[in-house]
């Protein structure tokens, strides 16, 4: 091949010159091709500065003296109604005591390691080891009797700590319960009332009860039981002093004793009244009171705006909205009892 340099010489070119040329640039053209290729990995593996990050997963703690799966259901379908799916957007650590207050303490100091960024107590011994694991850490209640009388929170209106939820505070449902028991029972002149003194929560409902008893001229009998092992001894002292009836004030450990308390009040033919529909469907009576289903539900939506940015010290505590009355009629029959027709066209739900 020929060529000219720069005098107008012709000059030489031999093939392995040739070679070495297109040699050469096809090198270059490897190179460049390299270089892009590893541009392009580096483009996608390293984020630039400022770039958006993953989005943290909510942790929420959920913590209850038992199980009970029918509430515990409520809550998720309150998150899934708000666009909260388990495992895929939000993160639940459950911890269930299992009847144990110490275990109680426990799970709450367990969660705050873990360093949740919200906390369920699903009881009023549930709240009271949460709160007193943490005083920065937001802390939601489902259900409690009186959140100021017990301390929870400063206010209804303005919580102002880290606690808020929802109250079934409600002076007409205690006094309800006992009219519906003189109701059901015309001549009842004395009633027995089970408490846990252990449960600050049980003042209030107590106190209503109790004004609620002598407006219509019933005498109460107080029984106390601060563990399993009392309840025996509170039926016997209900029997002795001749009780017509008996209400269970709300509590986690008579809620957890619930099958034993419906069969109990059935042994010693005690027409029993409850707040809580669960209660009924094992042996008790009746029960009257707000709807824990819906309790729980709502709750999701204080976990909802707290994970937004919201104070629970500005959310105030809200009250119930639905109230149910459940009978059950085959309790009736074993402790021969008539419930009146009238009691029950305005029953929610009748277990027969």
Not at 210 to 237: M, T, V
């Amino acid at each position: 091949m020929f060529g000219f340099d720069g005098k107008g010489h012709q000059l030489t070119v031999s093939s392995e010159q040739k070679a070495m040329s297109s040699e050469n640039r096809g090198s270059e053209t490897m190179i460049r091709i390299n270089v892009c290729l590893l541009l392009t990995v580096l483009l996608f593996t390293v984020s630039p500065v400022g770039a958006q990050q993953p989005k943290k997963i909510p942790r929420i703690g959920y913590m209850r003296f038992i199980e009970v799966p029918v509430y515990d259901a409520a809550f998720r379908e309150g998150l899934n109604e708000l666009g909260y799916i388990e495992g895929q957007n939000i993160h639940i650590e459950y911890r269930f005591a299992g009847g144990s207050i110490e275990r109680l303490a426990e799970f709450a100091a367990e969660l705050v390691n873990l360093k949740v960024d919200v906390i369920v107590a699903g009881s009023t011994q549930s709240i009271d080891a949460a709160k007193r694991a943490t005083k920065t850490i937001p802390i939601v209640f489902p259900v409690t009797f009186d959140p100021v009388e017990s301390g929870f929170v400063a206010s209804l209106a303005r919580p102002g700590g880290n606690l808020t939820g929802l109250s079934t505070v409600n002076p007409d449902a205690a006094a309800k319960r006992v009219e519906l028991i003189q109701e059901v029972m015309p001549r009842i002149s004395r009633l027995a009332v089970l408490r846990n003194p252990t449960n600050s929560g049980s003042r209030f409902p107590l106190k209503e009860t109790e004004a609620g008893a002598k407006r219509l001229g019933i005498r109460l009998q107080i029984l106390e039981a601060r563990s399993p092992d009392d309840l025996e001894g509170a039926f016997r002292a209900a029997t002795k002093e001749q009780a017509n009836a008996l209400i269970v004030l709300a509590d986690a450990l008579f809620f957890a004793q619930r099958g034993r308390l419906g069969n109990l009040a059935i042994k010693h033919r005690l027409p029993s009244m409850f707040d809580d529909a669960q209660s009924v469907e094992v042996g008790g009576l009746i029960s009257y009171g707000a709807s824990l289903t819906d309790l729980f539900r709502r709750a999701a939506g204080y976990v909802d705006k707290i994970l937004k940015g919201a104070k629970p010290a500005d959310l105030p505590v809200e009250q119930p909205m639905k109230f149910e009355l459940v009978i059950n009629l085959k309790t009736a029959n074993q402790i021969g009892l008539m419930v009146p027709p009238n009691v029950l066209a305005r029953a929610d739900r009748v277990i027969k």
